[in-house]
């Protein structure tokens, strides 16, 4: 029964639409012989997630800490622990003289060279203070005027012999040869002395 009503109602096979239904894609990878298939690169994630970075406080400022007795080019190298016992004791802060080991303190050498020939070299007292780290002088602006010597014998270290300047008029003496070494190659007396009495030495002209 029911087939002959699909019969009446249904339509002939020559008027069904002869659309081809589409395949779909075959999905299934397909290798090459000898060719090793390769994946999406692989998205590395980091061990630590990235930190910005933070601004850091600047470093406390050091002075040189070279030997003192190594001048650099234009400068020479004065060690701060003997500078700072030329310095008045009603100067010094709270941290000195600890305060200064291990420092120096560079003064130009033609500073040194011009003051040489006055048998001293003397700095500000502010120029020390403010080179020296904060604690070690008084923390006081009324004595910055106050010239302060430096250590002579550190600065005559580090002098080579040709820095020191000479009077134009300097004359060469020529000692004649019979006169005979008064000292001897250790110091000791070569010959005897006489010593001529204020009555008897020869007058000088006027």
């Known amino acids: 029964m029911l087939g002959v009503i699909k019969k009446l109602f249904g339509k002939p096979d020559s008027e069904k639409p002869s659309t081809p239904v589409p395949s779909l894609p075959d999905t299934k990878p ?44 234009d400068m020479m190298i004065l060690s701060f622990a003997s500078i700072i016992k030329q310095v008045p004791q009603e100067l010094w802060g ?29 700095v500000m007292f502010g120029e020390l203070r403010q080179r020296a780290p904060k604690g070690v002088f008084i ?28 009077r134009s008029n300097q004359t060469a003496l020529t000692v004649p040869t019979e006169i005979a070494d008064v000292f001897g190659p250790r110091g000791e007396g070569a010959s005897a002395l006489r010593v001529a009495d204020k009555s008897t030495s020869p007058t000088r002209p006027p």
């Open 30 to 73: 397909r290798f090459n012989r000898g060719v090793v298939p390769q994946g999406p690169p692989a998205v590395t994630q980091p061990a630590h997630p990235a930190r910005l970075a933070t601004p850091t406080a600047p470093a406390a400022v050091r002075l040189s800490a070279a030997p003192a007795d190594a001048a650099t080019g």
């Open 94 to 122: 709270h941290l000195a003289p600890a305060g200064v080991a291990g420092l120096n303190f560079p003064v130009a050498r033609q500073q040194v060279l011009g003051q040489l020939a006055q048998g001293a070299v003397k």
């Open 139 to 166: 923390d006081s602006t009324a004595h910055d005027h106050e010239l302060i010597c430096l250590p002579l014998a550190d600065i005559l270290a580090q002098l080579h012999p040709d820095a020191y300047a000479r």
